[in-house]
């Protein structure tokens, strides 16, 4: 299998104040292969959004490499970065983050349309297919204050999709949301996972990360522990196992 991520000896540090700086990110290792669906859990403050951005290339690391499919982006210029954001990467957030003056299927359309000099009606096409995957095709028309927290985070998710990206980074993508649209969102994100896009989420929740085939759990800035599991199949409905086993496992290591 091939790693699309590889992150070696990452540090993180943010400068507080004049002669003070706080170590975010201590010496991480991470591998991940094409296809895999990885969970990121920990204490609060232990640094998995700082990881998660830092992997993604959203924040520029300290020391250390990151490669993006085998590519070193730590030196990249910060337009080249975009780019490789923009064309291999989706982003998932708590804070979905809609332009509150576009429609929803024009929000979902608008990173192919900045991105690139593509044919509008082949983009709105693609918006609408991926608006009916997710179950809001007839709510494209609609604005960001017709939508519950579940259906505009899958607005969300077709925004990261528009672009066919090789990875979807999510932090606490379910966060916002009960325990209903939590489940149906998962559904969509193993779906695509399915399909063959990497995905990497920052949870707390133990019912999302069940979903996903690999928890790492971080603690003090550096990734301590992490258990593999088979894909998630939808299927087999053997998601309370799952979550049992994540339960025990995390308690067993003292976590
Ligand atoms: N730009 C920054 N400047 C100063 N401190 C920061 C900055 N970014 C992160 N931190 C601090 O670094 C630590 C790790 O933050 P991070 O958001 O990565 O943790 P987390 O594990 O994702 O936490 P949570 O689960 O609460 O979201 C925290 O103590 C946070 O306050």
Redesign the pocket.
Known sequence: MTNIIEARSVTKK?A?GKDNE?H?LKDVNLEVEEGEFVSVM??????????LYNISGMDRITSGSVKIKGGEIGSLKEEELAKIRLETMGFIFQDINLLKNLSLIDNVMFPALVSTDADKNVVNQKAKELMKMTGIEKLADHTITQGSGGQLQRVGICRALINDPAIIFG??PTGALDSNSTEEIMSILAEINKDGTTIVL?T?DIKVAAKTERILV?AD?NIVSQKKMRKYDAQRDDSKEREESIMKWLIENGL
């Open positions: 943010v507080l706080l975010i920990g204490p609060s403050g232990s640094g998995k959004s700082t990881l932090d606490e920052v707390h971080m800035g």
